[in-house]
């Protein structure tokens, strides 16, 4: 543009005088800083000054001017340009093509020798409707920059692929690496995919590099951690249950088939997902409870330990030996089949009721094999029947009411009994009193069955119901030897 303009003046100041009518313009100083327009005229003045001939008149300046404005016209800077100099005054009219068209032949007049004022009173032409040159320009200049990305989408192209691929290569390295040293699936899974986010991540870094989006790649690397924190406030709930299903398949406090007490629910362990644990309760409804409520809460695994203690109590008359009681109910314990001897049963006095001392009885017996519950109502069932054939006395403190020291009578006795007709007071030496016989009661009951665990049957109740979770199962399979799971243990 420079240059253009520098031509323009040169080439107007040859066609409208002779050399020695206006003076030779001088060429600017070169300096360091100056640049060559890419394309297009040079819009900027070059800021020397255009000088006349010496005598300098009016005439003179609107001749020069008018000779200028003719070529800008030519060029479609102006139309229907006009010129008047009165005492170096001058004022120009016309329509200009744009603002900074207009003011540039302002400057342009303002560097006339002789020239005083200028009194620029162009007009700017309005936009076209219909012009079209804008989007033009636009859409080529976003052509221009398509045609020169190509060589750079062909290459992200061709490194994406060798990424993907290499993402796959890695992943499957890292699971014959892993799959060995690691058991729990979900944990394989996490480090598997932890090794291929990793390729990809390089890939996308050395692509955003080469295409000279450097700062978008760190950007990118440095707002992945900003983007975690924020996935995590959005889905807290969701992303502390995944960690706690990772945390758990790493500590295993239980397995499937293990009975549970998790948060005030009991039940028989189906399966973790990565949401929550399901379990089965003892009455036979799907129960899930999400994992971050798991790993924080008190888990009581009631099937770890196969041995289980069972307790109740037994009412003595004050009148009976407690020593005596203890030993008959320690002999039943001791004989029934379910009852472990070591740990040993325990027949303790726990305290001294109303009307009855209160034993407590402590037993233990298998969990696995057999029912705690039925186990109890069985031993329970034994000690009754052991304590009534040994003549002790259960009595109830409800209907049965005993006077160690008699009740004193007033009033007219005559038509009682006389004192040669009472009985007797009883002893704490005198014989048991006669029993009827009854027949004897078996060991188990039918109402209890065979004494065996109840988890087998919950077990397959699961499997027999609807998966209310279709999520795959986080738990290992149990090992092939494993005992069955225990029932309830309540």
């Given at each position: 543009m420079l240059l253009w303009s520098v031509a323009c003046l040169s080439g107007i100041t040859d066609l409208t005088a002779p050399a020695a009518a206006f003076a030779q313009t001088q060429p600017p100083p070169a300096t360091g800083d100056a640049e060559e327009p890419e394309e297009g005229p040079d819009e900027s003045l070059s800021g020397q000054a255009i000088e006349v001939a010496p005598a300098t008149e009016d005439p003179a300046i609107a001749g020069r001017l008018?000779?200028?404005?003719?070529?800008?016209?030519?060029?479609?800077?102006?139309?229907d340009p006009g010129v008047r100099v009165e005492e170096g005054i001058v004022t120009l009219r016309g329509v200009a093509e744009s603002p900074d068209r207009r003011k540039l032949i302002g400057d342009l007049a303002r560097n006339v020798e002789g020239v005083a004022i200028v009194i620029?009173?162009?007009?700017?032409?309005?936009?076209d409707p219909l012009d079209l040159t804008r989007i033009t320009a636009t859409l080529r200049a976003w052509l221009t920059d398509a045609i020169a990305a190509i060589p750079y989408l062909l290459f992200a192209v061709v490194v994406l692929g060798l990424t993907f691929l290499a993402a796959r290569l890695a992943r499957r390295l890292a699971r014959a690496f892993f799959g060995p040293r690691i058991e729990n699936a979900l944990l394989e899974t996490v480090a598997v995919r932890a090794v291929a986010i990793a390729v990809g991540v390089v890939g996308v870094y050395l692509v955003l590099s080469v295409c000279g989006l450097t700062g978008l790649a760190a950007g990118v690397l440095g707002g992945a951690g900003?983007?975690?924190?924020?996935?995590?406030?959005?889905?807290?709930?969701?992303?502390?249950?995944?960690?706690?299903?990772?945390?758990?398949?790493?500590?295993?406090?239980?397995?499937?088939?293990?009975?549970?007490?998790?948060?005030?629910?009991?039940?028989?362990?189906?399966?973790?997902?990565?949401?929550g644990t399901w379990l089965m309760s003892l009455d036979g409804n799907h129960i899930q409870i999400p994992n971050g409520t798991v790993y924080t809460s008190v888990i009581r695994n009631l099937t770890a330990n196969p041995n289980v203690r069972q307790t109740f109590i037994v009412g003595m008359d004050y009148a009976d030996g407690v020593a005596v009681a203890q030993q008959v109910i320690d002999d039943a314990l001791r004989s029934h089949p379910a009852v472990l001897t070591e740990p040993e049963p325990m027949v303790l006095l726990d305290e001294l009721g109303?009307?009855?001392?209160?034993?407590?009885?402590?037993?233990?017996?298998?969990?696995?094999?057999?029912?705690?519950?039925?186990?109890?109502?069985?031993?329970?069932?034994r000690?009754?029947?052991?304590?009534?054939?040994?003549g002790l006395t259960m009595p109830d403190e409800a209907r049965e009411v005993i006077f160690p020291k008699g009740v004193p009578l007033r009033g007219d006795l005559s038509g009682l009994q006389s004192d040669d007709d009472a009985a007797p007071p009883r002893r704490s030496d005198d014989p048991p009193a006669v029993r009827i016989e009854t027949p004897a009661e078996p060991m188990v009951s039918?109402?209890?069955?065979?004494?065996?665990?109840d988890t087998d049957e919950l077990n397959d109740q699961a499997r027999r119901s609807r998966d209310p979770d279709a999520a795959p199962d986080l738990l290992p399979d149990p090992p092939p030897n494993a005992p069955p799971a225990a029932t309830d243990r309540t």
């Open positions: 008018e000779d200028i404005l003719r070529r800008l016209e030519d060029v479609g800077w102006v139309a620029n009173a162009m007009e700017v032409a309005p936009p900003l983007g975690g924190l924020v996935v995590g406030f959005a889905f807290r709930n969701i992303a502390e249950n995944f960690l706690a299903s990772v945390l758990l398949s790493m500590s295993q406090p239980f397995q499937a088939g293990d009975v549970v007490e998790i948060a005030d629910e009991l039940g028989v362990v189906q399966k973790v997902t990565t949401r109303a009307s009855t001392v209160n034993l407590k009885v402590y037993f233990w017996c298998d969990g696995v094999a057999n029912s705690g519950l039925k186990v109890r109502s069985s031993v329970i069932r000690v009754k029947r052991a304590v009534e054939d040994a039918a109402g209890e069955g065979d004494l065996a665990s």
